[in-house]
């Protein structure tokens, strides 16, 4: 069965940093494209970053390029999401996803977390 | 960047009835559209890729159809559990933007 399970949400001032965690099981993670969706409260999907299943190809939303970095290490079936410089319209709940192969493209996610929930306020 | 739009945005419907919702590309796209349902407080869940391709354990009153510009996704009979809230996302071109969403609830 497909897990993933982020975590490293939490509070954090404007300006502040924070790293995301998405920890998956159940399928070979190397083989696979991973990305980040976030969901502002009351709102809807935002795409924000992707990278491919050996991590050498990485994309961003204009909106995050510059300050957020994705990044993975599949020794430990692990994704990250590095937030710098974060804004107070950065506050969201943000989701870690599969794709269905190792390139980042086809772009739909077929498996994803529940969430951590990452609120900037001064 | 390829802007998603849907309609309606909302939409109140009953138990057994047929529930259309469109997404429009600002360009086009090919096939390269999926669907995602989404209930309150949960992960969203792929229902359809590549326009009209039903994700494995999806039921199948839930239909896509559609290319290049115009997409349609179609609950056949709406069932409790279907009301929820529903986006589009384009494959196409990166960055992969959603459409705004379409929820659908009781009338």
């Known amino acids: 069965e497909v897990q993933l399970l982020e975590s490293g949400g939490g509070l954090v001032h404007p300006g502040g940093s924070l790293r995301l965690s998405c920890a998956a099981s159940?399928?070979?993670?190397?083989?696979?494209?991973m990305s980040w969706v976030r969901q502002a409260p009351g709102k809807g999907l935002e795409w924000v970053s992707a990278i491919s299943g050996s991590g050498g190809s990485t994309y961003y939303a204009d909106s995050v390029k510059g300050r957020l970095t994705i990044s993975r290490d599949n020794s430990k079936r692990t994704v990250y999401l590095q937030m710098h410089s974060l804004r107070a319209d950065d506050t969201a709940v943000y989701y870690c996803?599969?794709?269905?192969?190792?390139?980042?493209?086809?772009?739909?996610?077929?498996?994803w977390g529940q969430g951590t929930l990452v609120t900037v306020t001064s | 960047d390829i802007q998603l739009t849907q309609s309606p945005s909302f939409l109140s419907a009953s138990v057994g009835d047929r529930v259309t919702i469109t997404c429009r590309a600002s360009q086009g796209i090919n096939s390269y559209l999926a669907w995602y349902q989404q209930k309150p407080g949960k992960a969203p869940e792929l229902l359809i890729f590549g326009a009209s391709t039903l994700q494995s354990g999806v039921p199948s009153r839930f239909s896509g159809s559609g290319s290049g510009t115009e997409f349609t996704l179609t609950i056949s009979s709406l069932q409790p559990e279907d009301f929820a809230a529903y986006y589009c996302q384009q494959l196409d071109t990166y960055p992969f933007t959603f459409g705004p969403g379409t929820k659908v609830d009781v009338k």
């Open positions: 159940g399928f070979i993670f190397s083989n696979y494209a």
């Open positions: 996803a599969k794709h269905p192969s190792i390139t980042v493209t086809p772009a739909y996610l077929d498996y």
